[in-house]
């Protein structure tokens, strides 16, 4: 098992910046991926950035830039910066932990990034 500990999320007004945080504790060794995915109100869930223990990122499309994932210096710690924000990046935004060996994935409860004036 696999336990996800996201925070940070909280109102922002348009172009503000945010950055999350989520910690991954337990059965955590192995090669592994951990990232970002967002669902917004009536949409399905998507995925917003990964980042693989071996170094390579990936983005949603969306992003354009305006995101950066990146690792703590624990380990299992992940942070997600987002400048430039949107209301349409108005969200929860939950934290993901995928075993590359098992093939289990993990899900935080999730933290809510509400962008508007």
């Known amino acids: 098992q696999v336990q996800l500990v996201e925070s940070g999320g909280r109102s922002v007004q348009p172009g503000g910046s945010l950055t999350l945080s989520c910690t991954a504790s337990?059965?955590?060794?192995?090669?592994?991926?951990m990232g970002w995915y967002r669902q917004a109100p009536g949409k399905e869930r998507e995925m917003v950035a990964s980042l693989f223990d071996t170094g390579p990122k990936t983005y949603g499309d969306f992003v354009r830039g305006r995101f950066t994932i990146s690792r703590g210096n624990a380990e299992n710690t992940v942070y997600l910066r987002m400048n430039s924000l949107e209301p349409e990046d108005t969200a929860v935004y939950y934290c993901?932990?995928?075993?590359?060996?098992?093939?289990?994935?993990?899900w935080g409860q999730g933290t809510q990034v509400f962008v508007s004036s």
């Open positions: 337990g059965s955590t060794s192995g090669r592994s991926v």
């Open positions: 993901n932990f995928r075993s590359l060996i098992t093939r289990l994935e993990y």
